[in-house]
């Protein structure tokens, strides 16, 4: 396997240099003026060049292209912090300390800055030595470049970066890019965290981190974080944990930036009391197998501009991804809850609405019926086995094997990946998944069988007016006191007694009880209730005229 260009131009400049930092940065010049991405050289060409206009070019360079490297997002810790170290309670009171005391006079092992300080010597983790780095530039800031203390400590940060420098140059990447890494899990419910991209507005640099850098590392501007936007699925940079604390908020006295839990704003004092939050991002989703690419900021910020100039609240107004070929406009929705409510209206005052009209009686007459039932063989069918379910007296058993029920089964699942903006430079990314079912018959005994049962078989009837004898109809049964097939007995009985009527000349009867059939004459007056939609004759308010 061939040599990299980086380890050619190692190399040779090793067989130049007994320095090992000057061969390291020659090395890692020359070749990013080959390939301005190439990941070794950016690494090696930070971690031991001088930290000036050139480094922060080199430094934004390899947050932009291997965003995942472990050095990368220790740069991105170091911007953050001397950009602003009084965001930082921790390594601002280190940096109080430094600046009063020294490094002399860290006595205390519980001294967080001590302890940091004694994993430098013995070889400091990553992450530790770059808030280190930062924490000697703003200490060297403030004290010059001879004071002893910050020359002690700034060799500490200097030899551990060259021993990281040789790690990579030597191919032993120990805390290398983890791209194939799992990606790590939140503790937040099943969210996974993620650091949201900004580009700067002043000098255009993109794809910086929303969390961790709060300023732009080449020209210092502060971050807008209405430049933020969501990063494609190869650019997130994952958090293993981190704590909302509400949205961040801008400075009403500075305009400046602040975390939403900051009690006065960091850059002026200023109570950040009432602070309005910073809008946040109207989320996006795709399918669980598709991909996500890093959102076009500026088409959305154009889209967000139209919303304000047609007076729209940005974010409340449905996108272009979002809208649906079956989506239901809200004027659709009133119309069709003012027809539901006509319809319900209109079916209210037909059965309610009603006037009161004069009726006379035109006839009498009656009914009576008699029903006859005989035995007759039945088939039947119940579920289970012909042993548990047939009766006592049944014949004719067959059994057989069918569809009992239906159950509904999940079989599928149609998921979805939400990416939602905290609105404290961090991203959460949740998977929310919708069941998929079909129906399935579930299968069982059936047993269909023949028993005798009585069963009504027919009707006989008498009919007859006023001064007809009231009288029930002749029964003439086939078969009786008898169990067979074929006997007959009598059933239920039923009588009526109706009275004919006549209103604006169309007749209409009502049934009465016997005493008022009887008691009524052909010309007697009575009042009922009419519908006033649809008519109809209410015969439970029928009374006699007054």
């Known amino acids: 396997m061939g040599k990299t260009p980086f380890a050619s131009q190692y190399q040779q400049a090793a067989s130049e240099s007994d320095d090992e ?20 050289a950016l690494v090696v060409y930070s971690c031991v060049a001088p930290r000036d206009a050139t480094w922060q070019q080199v430094a934004s360079k390899l947050l932009t292209t291997h965003p995942k490297h472990a050095v990368a997002r220790g740069w991105a810790q170091y911007s953050a912090f001397f950009a602003n170290p009084a965001a930082d309670s921790v390594m601002q009171d280190a940096l109080r300390r430094l600046l009063t005391y020294g490094t002399d006079d860290y006595t205390y092992t519980s001294d967080p ?26 200490a060297r800031l403030q004290l010059g470049a001879t004071n002893p203390h910050v020359n002690t ?27 194939d890494a799992p990606e790590p899990s939140s503790a937040e419910g099943g969210k996974r965290l993620f650091e949201m991209l900004w580009d700067c507005r002043f000098c255009g640099t993109s794809k910086l981190l929303g969390k961790s850098q709060r300023f732009c590392p080449v020209c210092g501007a502060a971050q807008d974080p ?38 006065h704003c960091v850059r002026c004092g200023a109570p950040m009391e009432g602070a309005e939050g910073v809008r946040t991002i109207e989320e996006r989703s795709r399918a669980q197998a598709a991909h996500f690419e890093t959102q076009d900021l500026y088409a959305r910020l154009d889209r967000e501009a139209e919303q304000y100039a047609r007076g729209i609240e940005p ?18 929705i009133g119309v069709g809850v003012s027809v539901i409510v006509a319809i319900v209206g209109l079916i209210f005052a037909a059965i309610f609405w009603t006037s009161t009209e004069d009726v006379s009686v035109t006839g009498h007459r009656w009914e009576r019926s008699i029903e006859i039932e005989s035995v007759q063989a039945i088939e039947e069918r119940r579920e289970g086995t ?28 149609v998921c979805r990946v939400i ?18 079912y079909e129906n399935r018959a579930v299968m069982g005994p059936v047993c269909y069988f023949t028993v005798d049962r009585w069963t009504y078989d027919r009707s006989v009837s008498a009919e007859g007016g006023l001064n007809d004898p009231v009288e029930w109809p ?43 059939w009887r008691g009524a004459s052909r010309g007697d007056q009575y009042t009922v209730e009419v519908g006033r939609i649809g008519g109809g004759e209410r015969c439970n308010t029928l009374e006699r005229a007054q």
């Not at 890692?28 to 991405?37: G, H, L, M, N, P």
């Not at 800055?113 to 703003?138: C, K």
């Not at 049944?394 to 699942?413: G, I, L, P």
């Open 21 to 40: 930092r000057v061969a390291l940065f020659k090395a890692a010049q020359a070749t990013i003026k080959e390939d301005a991405t190439d990941e070794t």
């Open 113 to 138: 800055a001590r302890l940091i300080t004694h994993d430098l010597v013995s070889g400091t983790p990553t992450q530790s030595m770059f808030q280190w780095a930062a924490l000697a530039d703003a």
């Open 153 to 179: 400590l700034d060799a500490l940060v200097r030899d551990n970066l060259l021993r990281e420098a040789k790690r990579h140059a030597d191919g032993l990447d120990i805390e290398d890019d983890d791209t």
């Open 226 to 263: 209405s430049w933020r936007y969501f990063p494609s699925d190869e650019e997130k940079i994952y958090l293993d944990d981190h704590p909302f604390t509400g949205k961040d908020a801008v400075c009403e006295s500075c305009g400046h930036l602040n975390s939403g839990d900051a009690a």
């Open 315 to 332: 974010g409340t107004a449905t996108t272009p991804a979002q809208k649906t070929s079956g989506g239901v406009k809200r004027w659709q």
């Open 386 to 413: 012909c042993r548990s379910v047939a009766p006592a007296d049944a014949y004719r058993e067959r059994e057989r094997e069918e569809q009992v029920d239906t159950e509904r089964v999940q079989v599928d699942e």
């Open 419 to 436: 990416q939602r903006d905290r609105g404290d430079g961090v991203g959460e990314e949740v998977t929310e998944c919708d069941p998929v």
């Open 474 to 516: 002749i029964v003439d049964l086939r078969r009786s006191n008898c169990n067979s097939l074929g006997c007959e007995r009598q059933g239920d009985r039923d009588e009526d007694y109706i009275l004919l009527f006549v209103r604006n000349d169309e007749n209409f009867s009502c049934e009465v009880d016997e005493t008022e």
